[in-house]
């Protein structure tokens, strides 16, 4: 085990040394790291130290956190400058491209099946997600996954309702990173507000295939963000996903 740092050493050195644990096979891909506060005794700072130092390794492809779960490691060592962003991205992408498959059709059934009680449950997740815009990321992307179950819910198919509640902590975590990836909050504390009322209105009236087509575009323009937000450093090459 690596030597304990002394306290006054910042976090950067904190995530150098798991670094090169990392790099000694100490954990191997697909590994849960110890938690925060087993890794702070180990490397003698504070939990906000390392949590510091894990959240710096995620950003250069190395770790993921998985919500409620822990961290995991992705891989050993970093990847070639400017191709981090790209990598996160299209991790991200495949979870769209996901929603698509799952969401579009929800919409679709909603419009055709939704209850007034399930139009009313809509409305309120909709406010709710309103409501959430000056929480943290977290919070306001609980919230947005409230609007798109209650979509699910609507829709009256138990097996889509079971297939989206599975997929529910790998889409919340992937929308916190594409968030944190894009700053999409420090323009819009409330994104793709209108696109989520005009899904919900279109749904309340019945309009199937406006349904469909305003959540299919919801999410092509949540690829096309991430496209363009996440485009590699070197000219000329072509990295573009989730098409």
Known sequence: MASPLRR?????????????RLGA?????GARLPGETTLAAELGVGRSTVR?????????????????????????????????????GAAIA???????AIEVEAA??????????????????????????DKGDAEFVAAD?????????????PVLTELFETFVPRLTEAMIEMIELLGLRRRDPAPDADDHHLL??????????AAARISRAHLDAMLGALNDGCA????????????
Do not use: K
């Open 8 to 20: 006054n050493l910042l976090a950067d050195q904190a995530a150098d040394l798991l670094l090169s």
């Open 25 to 29: 096979g100490e954990w191997d891909v």
């Open 52 to 88: 510091e130092a894990l959240r710096m390794l995620a950003g250069q492809g190395l770790l993921r956190s998985r919500q409620g779960i822990g961290v995991f490691v992705e891989r050993t060592e970093p990847v070639a400058d400017g191709w981090t962003n790209v990598l996160r």
């Open 94 to 100: 495949a979870v769209v491209e996901v929603r698509n």
């Open 108 to 133: 679709r059934l909603a419009a055709r099946r939704a209850t007034d009680a399930d139009v009313r449950s809509l409305r309120r997740a909709l406010d709710l997600r309103a409501a959430a815009f």
């Open 145 to 157: 996954v409230e609007v798109h179950r209650a979509i699910v819910v609507a829709a009256h198919n």
């Open 200 to 209: 919900v209105e279109a749904i309340a009236a019945g309009d199937a295939e």
């Open 232 to 243: 590699p450093a070197e000219p000329g090459t072509n990295a573009r996903f989730g098409r």
